[in-house]
């Protein structure tokens, strides 16, 4: 069963030509241009410009219900065949979210403190975007447990920028 692998936009290439994936997902500022690798068609990369912010800022877009829906249609249309790449600026916040909520959604009779946790051992700079979780939870129904998962686990180490990881989609890591 393909994982779901988190980059920084500076590993985007690497990072999908090492695990062969066949989807990418962006979640970045609009203005900031995010090469596709040749092997990802265009149909298979969401581009979500949102800034990695949790409240509401001049100049800068709110992640908001528009976006997380637009994640959740395609996670749900993956077709989990072959690992999907989620990044932002840094791999640590906007993608970490994105992970969790893949993951999440697409084994909904797994733990979300689980999956929180093996998301904290995977990384350790980890810090999701709460803004972007808790509109998933809602979304998903998921009654405040998505977000009280990823609030257990915690800010991640700070860090410029973090290092590549998986997130299985299975229990077994």
Known sequence: MPSVHVCPLS??????????ASHLVSLINNDTHV???MSIAEGNH????INDIIEAQEG???PGDEHVSQLIAFAGAWDRQRPMVIHCYA?????????????????PERDEVDIARRLRAASRFATPNARIVAIADDML??????VDAVAAIGRGEMAMEGIPFALALEERQ
């Open 60 to 62: 800068m877009v709110l």
């Open 35 to 37: 090469p596709r690798p």
């Open 11 to 20: 590993q985007i290439e690497k990072t999908v030509l090492a695990v062969e």
């Open 91 to 107: 791999g640590i916040s906007r993608s970490t979210a994105a992970a969790f909520i893949t993951v999440c959604l697409t084994r």
């Open 46 to 49: 969401l581009f979500l410009g």
């Open 141 to 146: 129904g998921r009654n405040g447990r998505m």
